[in-house]
């Protein structure tokens, strides 16, 4: 057994048991383990976040909006605030808008200026820098059942895994899934053997390794669906063309409902230390 010897930017080296890359889209432990850059999707979106410093009066509900190729969705955070975005299909990047919060707010009300004014607002209230723009991007599905998720004592785990377009809302749980499942697997691996006593270091090597391949075995299809299903749903989502609006409106729109809820309603099963268990 080889100890695994960690450098950080700041040139301090660390000896680790085990190295679990959580370093998001950009990881250098994905890179290490064999995956490609994430791909960037067609698409673009822009995100705000408006705070009224009041009640706004509205209800808590999801209300989502489709104008011409473009598609929009507001969403209560609470009583005061609100999380929205705008989506729209955009083959090439643009820089001047992800630069310019300005030009960002003037886009958002000019394409969804026939939206309810209560709506209008929520965009006009947004602060600058509160505003981000950017072109989305995903981890080629395929890629996921190919590279290695673990190897030896290191893994990756959310985005530097399963980046994905963010039209399932499932990018965050998607992370805290792989927390519940990675600590459970690797609490077996640092249990004390049958005898109760702590195993030695090799036999701890080898455990730490079997449990992120438990662990890699156990995320590998899931990641798989959730990316590719997310990236499906925001093509139909933002079809503009006429035969794809009369499908998704008429015959889809329930059917795709259906598909968000149940790709978040996923359990991951408990996870048990001592005598409390935490249910994800």
């Known amino acids: ?167 399932l809302g499932q990018g965050a749980c998607s992370a805290l899934e792989d927390s519940v499942i990675l600590a459970r697997c690797l609490a077996e691996a640092f249990a004390k053997n049958s005898t109760g006593e702590k195993c030695s270091e090799e036999e701890e090597h080898e455990r730490i390794k079997m449990s992120l391949k438990e662990y890699a075995k156990e995320r590998r299809w899931r990641a798989f669906d959730l990316v590719s299903t997310a990236y499906i749903v925001g093509g139909i989502q933002l079809g503009n063309e006429k035969v794809i609006r009369l499908l998704r409106d008429k015959f889809l729109a329930p059917y795709l409902a259906k598909v968000l809820m149940k790709k978040a309603s996923y359990n991951c099963g408990p996870l048990e230390s001592g005598n409390w268990v935490m249910q994800s």
């Open 1 to 167: 057994m080889e100890d695994l010897c960690l450098m950080t930017h700041k040139f301090a080296n660390f000896i680790i048991k085990v190295l679990i890359g959580a370093d998001g889209v950009n990881s250098e432990v994905a890179k290490w383990l064999g995956f490609k850059k994430p791909s960037f999707a067609p698409r673009y979106a822009i995100r705000g976040y408006a705070d009224y410093k009041e009640s706004h009066r509205f209800e808590h509900k999801f209300l989502q909006f489709f104008v011409k190729g473009f598609r929009g969705g507001v969403v209560p955070c609470n009583d005061t605030s609100f999380y929205w975005f705008i989506c729209w299909h955009c083959p090439t990047r643009d820089k001047e808008m992800e630069d310019n919060p300005e030009k960002m707010k003037e886009f958002v009300l000019n394409k969804f200026d026939k939206v309810p004014d209560k709506v209008k607002d929520v965009f006009k209230i947004t602060n600058q820098d509160d505003l981000v723009c950017s072109q989305l991007r995903y981890r080629a599905p395929w890629e996921i059942l190919r590279a290695d998720i673990s190897r030896d004592n290191v893994c990756v785990a959310g985005d530097a895994l399963h980046p994905m377009t963010p039209d």
